[in-house]
């Protein structure tokens, strides 16, 4: 339910602050006087799209804030699943800027526009005069029928749709799959030819640096040669006529030994010795092998070469490593298997596309059973309204049409009728359709009828009626009124209104006036007295001095039924 809105720099609005209550409320005023701005501030609060033009002249922009009493759990577990804290109270503040940009606040926590547009139906719903030509569209006509059917429909409707997704998801694989043929020859021909080109040069990960490092060994064999042999002879050439450097540090190890049996302080410079004696000796034998294994083997090199080209080759066309090349290959193996048994998977989702058919219609015929027991509910209930608001001959018909799914053997996503709202307005008239036969009286009717059934399936909190009195007056607007009033038991009500008779109905009104300030033009309301209010109707009335003794007269009568003041 709305508590308080308060706008500022809105339109002609610069200013204005009101509380509204339960039960039924009424907004009247002069035509222009801005009742309709206050309900597009509102529309703002649940996410409608908000434009620059919409800034007061002057401002930099615009600021509404609503304060919300929280009657929802789908609503709490909303905000919950956003992270907003809420117990029984729902702040939204809305700021427009002059360049378009939009900041949006629930409870203080930053949300985006679209947020508010998926809070605000659980908060309210705004019904204008456009609501009222939308009833001319027959594609919007199931769409009202399923609102009506309430839990039972939606369930059966959510498993009609997941049928739905399944068969369709299907279907893509088999396009995706069953495409172009010579296309998807012409790939596996290719992909054939990249396998085994991969395959045949039989890679091994790390090769190719092993054999960068072979072909800079083999590139300076000669200098390698040169460095090990010089370091070889040093340690084995003797050194002037006496023996080589090895056989002499053995002579020092031996000397060395003695030694330190006759002193104990040098047994550990004795084994150091003897360590580093060994480790030399064990380097003299792996030079010794190194040039052992290090003759020249002239075709080597090139093999090397070659085969770093055939590297580089791959490399160019697939990957820039070796570990990237076979991964290119098992993608493109198993792209080729896929194809390759791409006629077995045709056959086998032709099969589960006959299944996933067979699903869906079964869920489908009994959506279509559903829904017409739904409807005649729905035609039941909408006569018994019009007839409270005096078109009690009027029939009332959803009419059903197949959509072709059927026929076609493709599913479609709502399953598998159109329907269409038709209407008898008189006795003796066939059934036209909405568009050929309603004017805006009984478009109108018909719309507050339609809206008074949803509101009580879909429990809307606040419902907001913006001049959807058009082309009515008269005993109809007090059925009107008395409507708006009953539905004000189960939800909270705000209309806007040019008829004194609907707003006499009204448990508490507000009058919307617009004064020229200076070289502006600013927009006020308020909350009438009881006083107050007769003026306000005798104004509506159109009284005028020589009438306005009794037009008072019938302005308190009308009070004093309506509503009991």
């Given at each position: 339910m709305l508590?308080?809105?308060?706008?500022?720099?809105?339109?002609?609005?610069?200013?204005?602050?009101?509380?509204?209550?339960?039960?039924?409320?009424?907004?009247?005023?002069?035509?222009?006087?801005?009742?309709?701005?206050?309900?597009?501030?509102?529309?703002?609060?649940?996410?409608?799209?908000?434009?620059?033009?919409?800034?007061?002249?002057?401002?930099?922009?615009?600021?509404?804030?609503?304060?919300?009493?929280?009657?929802?759990?789908?609503?709490?577990?909303?905000?919950?699943?956003?992270?907003?804290?809420?117990?029984?109270?729902?702040?939204?503040?809305?700021?427009?800027?002059?360049?378009?940009?939009?900041?949006?606040r629930i409870n203080g926590s930053l949300v985006s526009v679209s947020q508010l547009a998926e809070l605000g139906p659980h908060l309210a719903e705004i019904v204008g005069q456009h609501d009222s030509q939308s009833l001319l569209d027959s594609t919007r006509h199931l769409a009202l029928l399923d609102a009506f059917g309430g839990q039972e429909l939606s369930i059966e409707l959510a498993r009609l749709r997941d049928r739905y997704e399944a068969w369709t998801t299907l279907q893509a694989e088999l396009d995706r799959i069953a495409g172009d043929e010579r296309e998807r020859n012409r790939r596996i021909d290719l992909l054939r030819f990249q396998v085994m080109e991969i395959a045949g040069a039989k890679l091994k990960l790390g090769e190719e640096e092993s054999l960068l490092a072979e072909r800079k060994r083999l590139a300076n064999l000669h200098r390698l040669r040169e460095a090990v042999e010089l370091t070889y002879g040093l340690l084995n050439e003797s050194l002037g006529q006496g023996d080589s450097v090895i056989r002499q540090l053995n002579v020092a190890q031996a000397e060395l030994a003695k030694a330190s049996a006759m002193d104990s302080q040098l047994a550990p410079l004795t084994e150091m010795f003897a360590e580093a004696v060994t480790q030399i000796e064990e380097l003299n034998r792996e030079l010794w092998t190194y040039l052992d294994g290090c003759e020249s083997d002239p075709g080597r090199l090139d093999e090397v070469e070659t085969r770093l080209s055939a590297i580089d080759s791959l490399k160019r066309k697939y990957g820039d490593s070796i570990a990237e090349i076979l991964a290119f290959a098992d993608a493109a193996q198993a792209e080729l298997a896929f194809l390759e048994s791409s006629s077995e998977r045709c056959q086998e989702l032709e099969k589960e596309l006959a299944e996933a058919w067979e699903a869906w219609l079964r869920q489908a015929q009994?959506?279509?059973?559903?829904?017409?027991?739904?409807?005649?509910?729905?035609?039941?209930?909408?006569?018994?309204?019009?007839?409270?608001?005096?078109?009690?001959?009027?029939?009332?018909?959803?009419?059903?049409?197949?959509?072709?799914?059927?026929?076609?053997?493709?599913?479609?996503?709502?399953g598998l009728e159109k329907v269409q709202f038709m209407i008898a307005p008189n006795v003796g008239e066939e059934l036209r359709p909405l568009s050929r036969i309603a004017s805006g009286g009984e478009l109108s009717r018909l719309l507050l009828a339609i809206k008074v059934i949803l509101a009580e399936a879909e429990a809307v909190p606040t419902m907001v009626f913006d001049e959807i009195d058009t082309g009515i007056g008269g005993h109809t607007a007090g059925k009107v009124g008395e409507k708006l009033r009953a539905l004000s038991a189960t939800c909270q009500v705000l209309c806007v209104t040019h008829l004194p008779v609907i707003a006499s109905y009204g448990a508490h009104h507000y009058s919307v006036t617009k004064a020229s300030l200076g070289e502006r033009t600013a927009v006020s309301a308020r909350e009438l007295s009881d006083d107050e209010r007769v003026s306000e109707l005798i104004r509506m009335f159109g009284g005028s001095g020589e009438t306005e003794s009794a037009t008072y007269a019938h302005a308190k009568e009308l009070l004093a039924k309506s509503c009991g003041i």
């Open positions: 508590r308080e809105i308060s706008v500022r720099d809105f339109a002609l609005i610069e200013e204005l602050e009101l509380s509204f209550y339960s039960g039924f409320s009424v907004l009247t005023g002069e035509t222009g006087a801005g009742k309709s701005i206050i309900i597009d501030a509102l529309g703002l609060l649940l996410g409608r799209r908000a434009s620059g033009d919409l800034i007061r002249t002057g401002a930099g922009g615009c600021t509404i804030q609503g304060v919300f009493a929280v009657e929802d759990q789908a609503m709490l577990d909303l905000l919950q699943e956003w992270g907003i804290e809420c117990d029984d109270e729902l702040v939204i503040t809305r700021e427009v800027f002059v360049n378009g940009r939009n900041r949006c009994k959506v279509s059973a559903l829904r017409k027991r739904i409807a005649r509910n729905l035609e039941r209930r909408i006569e018994e309204q019009l007839a409270d608001l005096n078109m009690a001959n009027t029939r009332f018909v959803v009419a059903f049409e197949a959509n072709g799914a059927e026929d076609q053997r493709r599913p479609a996503r709502d």
